[in-house]
């Protein structure tokens, strides 16, 4: 059951970023998802499996804040700033705990060569849809660019996390940062 997988992945996301990766055990995915004892570890094995499943779930989860509930962007300068605008609010508002869960997952990732590999096979698959947006919408080096924005508005979501900034204006900064980078009108 797909809606059954969704709720234990996101119970899975919530520990994730209450307790950080050593607090995510079958029994406590089952405990916050409220569902009967074993349910957990009957779709997810073993913890690595667990801890992949989380993973690909915080991807598939960042992917939606990032085109939205129609799944499309606006393939333009202002699309794409609004899009990254877009992304951050929901980054630092009401999926704040995917935030929080995806930054321990990648610290996790580091110290981890297993998990490094799978993380990076997510990180692929939003990296070439993400470049195409970028080079649709007007970039003369689309893979230079990509990698300045996206590096610029982690790092960004990241410190606002725990240093927020009063009416930041997520879209106006990457509005700056693209013609700072040369973008020709798409």
């Known amino acids: 059951m797909a809606d059954l997988r969704a709720q234990l992945l996101d119970a899975g996301i919530e520990l994730v970023a209450d307790q950080g990766v050593s607090g995510l055990t079958h029994d406590a995915v089952d405990a916050r998802a409220g569902v009967a004892a074993g349910s957990t570890e009957v779709r997810f094995p073993t913890n690595r499996a667990l801890v992949e499943g989380v993973t690909q779930r915080c991807i598939e989860r960042e992917m939606e804040m990032a085109s939205g509930p129609n799944g499309e962007i606006e393939a333009s300068r202002e699309g794409l700033a609004s899009a990254f605008g877009a992304f951050a609010h929901r980054a630092l508002g009401v999926d704040r705990a995917t935030t929080l869960a995806r930054y321990m997952l990648h610290a ?5 060569p297993a998990l490094r590999a799978f993380y990076a096979v997510g990180a692929d698959e939003v990296d070439t849809w993400a470049l195409d947006l970028v080079r649709r ?23 606002e996390l725990a240093l927020p900034t009063p009416g930041l204006d997520v879209a106006g900064r990457v509005r700056t940062l693209i013609d700072a980078l040369g973008w020709r009108a798409a």
Request: aromatic share 10%; no cysteine.
């Open 137 to 159: 919408a007007g970039s003369r080096h689309p893979e230079r660019d990509y990698g300045i924005m996206a590096n610029y508005v982690t790092g960004l979501v990241f410190h």
């Open 108 to 112: 996790e990732a580091a110290r981890t």
